[in-house]
C-alpha cells in the first residue's frame, strides 16, 4: 500500500511538517531507511542515526524535529503509538476468502455463518457456535459446544477443547491450546488421583493469545481472561486464573493455579505467580520476578538477582548465606549495648 505523508497525517490525526506529497510505501529503522519509507524515533538514544537517516519521513516529537533532515516529518507524542497506527494504516490484514475447505469437517448442530472461513483440516465438534467473518486456519481442532465471537482468528493448529468461549476480533496465534485440563490432583497414599476439571474458559472481546501459550480450564469455576488483554508466547495459565482487562502478559511467564491479576497490569517475561494470590489493578511487574505474596498496591515491583561476573557472584552468594547467621549475631550485640546503656 502507497499513500503521501499528508494522508498518513489527516489518517493519524497528527501534525505534518514538510512536504505533504511524500509518497510512502514501507517502514524501515532510521539507519537504514531510504526514499519512500516511513521511520521514527521514540528514545532520544538514536538521535545519531535521526541525524543521519534518509528516510522520507519520520515520525518523531516536536522536539526532535529540528533534527531531522526527511522532507517530511510527523509529530507525535508518543511516536511508538504513532508508529503502530500507522503499520496498521500501511500493512492490512488482508481478509480470508469466506468458505470451508473441502477437508474440514463440520459436526452436528454448529452455526457456521456464511462469512465464516474455515481451512484445510479444520475439525469442529458438535454444537459449536461460530459469529459473522470468524476465521479458522488449517489444522484448527475445536471442541463440542465451543463459542467463538465474530472476527476472531484461530490461526493453524490451535486446539479450542470443548464449551470454550470466545469473544469477539479475538486474535489466538499457533500451537496455543485453550481449555485444558488443570494440574489437579489428591495424592492418595502416595499416588495421585485425577480431579475431574469441571470448569471451563471464558474469553473476553479482543484478546490476543501468543503462540505456544496453554489456558486451563477450571476446576469448578472457570478460568477468565479479561477483555482486552494480551497474552505472549508461551505462558502458563493454570486452572480458575482470572487476569482482568487491558493487562498484558509476556513471554514464558507462569500464573498458577486460582490467581487472580487485575485490570491494566503489566507483567514481564519468566515471572512466576504462586496460586491463590491477588494482584491489584495497575501494577508493573519486572522481568523474572517471583511473586509470592498479593499485591495490593499500584506500582512498579521486582525480585531476583541482576547478572553479574561470575566470581562476584559466588562471593556475594556466600555472603547471602551468611544472612541468617550475621543477623542473629546482630541482634545479640544490639541486646548486649542495650544492656549496657541501662547499666550506665
Same mark, same amino acid.
Not at 532510521?30 to 538514536?46: K, Q, S
Not at 517471583?290 to 498479593?294: E, S
Given at each position: 500500500m502507497s499513500v503521501t505523508v499528508g494522508e498518513l497525517a489527516a489518517l493519524l490525526g497528527v501534525p505534518l511538517e514538510g512536504d505533504a506529497t511524500v509518497s510512502i510505501h514501507g517502514v524501515a529503522p532510521?539507519?537504514?531507511?531510504? @526514499?519512500?519509507?516511513?521511520?521514527?524515533?521514540?528514545?532520544?538514544?538514536?538521535l545519531p542515526?535521526?541525524?543521519?537517516?534518509?528516510?522520507?519521513?519520520?515520525?518523531?516529537?516536536?522536539?526532535?524535529?529540528?533534527?531531522?533532515? /526527511?522532507? /517530511?516529518?510527523?509529530?507525535?507524542?508518543?511516536?511508538?503509538?504513532?508508529?503502530?497506527?500507522?503499520?496498521? /494504516?500501511?500493512?492490512?490484514?488482508? @481478509?480470508a @476468502?469466506?468458505?470451508?475447505?473441502?477437508?474440514?469437517?463440520?459436526?452436528?448442530?454448529?452455526?457456521?455463518?456464511?462469512?465464516?472461513?474455515?481451512?484445510?483440516?479444520?475439525?469442529?465438534?458438535?454444537?459449536?457456535?461460530?459469529?459473522e467473518r470468524v476465521r479458522i486456519d488449517a489444522g484448527c481442532y475445536v471442541g463440542d459446544g465451543v463459542r467463538i465471537g465474530a472476527d476472531s482468528w484461530l490461526k493453524s493448529r490451535v486446539v479450542i477443547q470443548h464449551d470454550v468461549i470466545i469473544g469477539q476480533r479475538c486474535v489466538i496465534d499457533s500451537g496455543t491450546v485453550i481449555g485444558s485440563d488443570g494440574f489437579g490432583y489428591a495424592n492418595d497414599h502416595g499416588t495421585w488421583l485425577k480431579i475431574p476439571q469441571l470448569g471451563t474458559v471464558r474469553i473476553g472481546d479482543d484478546v490476543e493469545i501468543g503462540a505456544n501459550t496453554t489456558v486451563d480450564r477450571g476446576a469448578l469455576e472457570d478460568t477468565v481472561i479479561g477483555d482486552g488483554v494480551k497474552l505472549d508466547n508461551q505462558i502458563q495459565v493454570a486452572h480458575n486464573v482470572q487476569i482482568g482487562e487491558h493487562t498484558a502478559i509476556a513471554g514464558c511467564t507462569g500464573i498458577a493455579g486460582s490467581a487472580k491479576i487485575g485490570r491494566h497490569c503489566a507483567i514481564g517475561g519468566g515471572v512466576g505467580v504462586v496460586g491463590h494470590l491477588e494482584i491489584t489493578d495497575n501494577v508493573v511487574i519486572t522481568g523474572m520476578t517471583?511473586?509470592?505474596? @498479593?499485591i495490593?498496591?499500584?506500582?512498579?515491583?521486582?525480585?531476583?538477582?541482576?547478572?553479574?561476573?561470575t566470581a562476584r557472584w559466588r562471593r556475594n552468594y556466600a555472603r547471602f548465606r551468611q544472612l541468617d547467621d550475621i543477623a542473629r549475631r546482630l541482634a545479640r550485640l544490639e541486646k548486649r549495648l542495650l544492656a549496657d546503656d541501662e547499666e550506665v
Open positions: 532510521l539507519n537504514r531507511a531510504g @526514499p519512500g519509507e516511513l521511520g521514527f524515533l521514540a528514545d532520544p538514544r538514536y542515526a535521526l541525524r543521519e537517516t534518509g528516510a522520507s519521513a519520520v515520525i518523531l516529537r516536536a522536539e526532535h524535529a529540528a533534527e531531522c533532515p /526527511a522532507p /517530511a516529518r510527523l509529530i507525535a507524542d508518543d511516536p511508538y503509538l504513532c508508529y503502530a497506527r500507522a503499520v496498521r /494504516a500501511l500493512f492490512p490484514e488482508p @481478509p @476468502p469466506p468458505g470451508v475447505h473441502p477437508s474440514a469437517v463440520v459436526g452436528q448442530g454448529c452455526t457456521v455463518p456464511d462469512s465464516v472461513t474455515l481451512g484445510p483440516g479444520v475439525v469442529l465438534g458438535d454444537g459449536v457456535v461460530l459469529g517471583f511473586v509470592a505474596h @498479593p495490593d498496591r499500584p506500582g512498579s515491583y521486582s525480585s531476583g538477582v541482576p547478572m553479574q561476573e
